[in-house]
Each structure stands twice: as C-alpha cells, then as structure tokens.
T-cell receptor
C-alpha cells in the first residue's frame, strides 16, 4: 500500500535542542495526524490536523498542515529525555475511504543527556 | 476507559501452527482496524471493520490470514498456517467516525501483540 515519505529516518540530538521532522505525499491529503510510539507500546496520538494551513500546538509540540495538502511537519521545542521514541505521520487521502489511514515510516528520535 | 485491549502481548510459535490474536476495542467506537508493523514495511493496514462488518480487507496478505468481528466488543485475527515471515507486531486500533473535526480517523491503538514464528 501507499506510504508517506517521512524524514529524517532518525535523529540524534542533545537535550534542550529543537527538533523538526516532516512528511510528504504525492497525492492530496485531507487529514494529517502525528503519533508517537514508545518501546513496546502502540502509537499514541499527539496532534490532529484537518485543514490546509492549520497550525496546532500541544505543549512543546507544534504541527502544521501544508498549504499544498501534500505535506506536514512536526516541531518539538526544547527536547527532554521523555521525547525519545518513534514519531509517525499518518494521513488520509482525499477521496479514499473515510477511515483509511496511511503511515509514514517513522522518525526515531534519540536524545543525549 | 481501559483503552484498546490486545492479547496475547507476546506469542512465540512454530511454523505451521495456528495463531489467534484478540482485540477488545474501546466501548462506543464502531470502527476497528488491524495493522501489522515490521522494520521493513512499517505500519500496514490489514483490514478494518465498521459496525462489525469488514469494509476493506485489501491489505490482508494472503488467504492464510483471516479476521472476524462477531460483536462490537471483540475481534480476532487468525493466521493459519503461520510462517516465519509473519513475525511482526500486530496492532488493533479503534475509532469513532463522525465528521472531520470530531476526532474521526483518530485511531486509538492497543499495545500490540508481538508474534514470532520460528
């Protein structure tokens, strides 16, 4: 099935640094979601975006729905050790079944204290 | 709410054996999804149900895989016979559907069932 192009695949940063990751698609999406997965657990929703240009924050996290509807980004400010994990973007293509989501390959975040 | 409940959390079996994974969705959620996660292919949608009816099973890899949802609070994913390439983490997720700004498509995932086929 279709996958989103998510980058970077991995990041190694120092505690306190800001983080930025993004997702792109070749087709138009009308929903973008960002999830985080901790080891041994399922993905947990961080932010949901439903409108082109929408910018939404959740604490130190900020995500935007790209104007072209083909991309989204997630920023984490002032990273802390508990931010470690795998971040996934997910989206729903315009015209697809109402509940069918596709996922990016994930960005693995590692933080050096 | 206890969230999406999956069992078993870990399963180790031998090639050729039947595997059954179980899921209890969040009460009131009428969509249920089965995903498979591997390093190579990431998260793949296998099948999803609406009101206990399978809507899209195009992601089911082959006839060895089957899924059922006999009622609103229970679903199974069965692999028979299992093969080593089926080794993966299988996630169940559920959601409610109404409208774009009501949380539609906001899947809540279970903790997953890690399957190892030897």
């Amino acid at each position: 099935g279709q996958q989103l192009n998510q980058s970077p695949q991995s990041m190694f940063i120092q505690e306190g640094e800001d983080v930025s990751m993004n997702c792109t698609s070749s087709s138009i999406f009308n929903t973008w979601l960002w999830y985080k997965q901790d080891p041994g657990e399922g993905p947990v929703l961080l932010i949901a975006l439903y409108k082109a240009g929408e910018l939404t924050s959740n604490g130190r996290l900020t995500a935007q729905f790209g104007i072209t509807r083909k991309d989204s980004f997630l920023n984490i400010s002032a990273s802390i050790p508990s931010d470690v994990g795998i971040y996934f973007c997910a989206g729903r293509e315009r015209g697809q079944g109402a509940q069918k989501l596709v996922f990016g390959q994930g960005t693995r975040l590692t933080i050096n204290p | 709410d206890a969230g999406v409940i999956q069992s078993p959390r870990h399963e180790v079996t031998e090639m050729g054996q039947e595997v059954t994974l179980r899921c209890k969705p969040i009460s009131g959620h009428d969509y249920l999804f089965w995903y498979r996660q591997t390093m190579m292919r990431g998260l793949e949608l296998l099948i999803y149900f609406n009101n206990n009816v399978p809507i899209d099973d195009s992601g089911m890899p082959e006839d060895r895989f089957s899924a059922k949802m006999p009622n609103a609070s229970f679903s199974t994913l069965k692999i028979q016979p299992s093969e080593p390439r089926d080794s993966a983490v299988y996630f169940c997720a559920s959601s409610f559907p109404t409208g774009e700004r009501s949380g539609a498509n906001v899947l809540t995932f279970g903790a997953g069932s890690r399957l190892t086929v030897l």
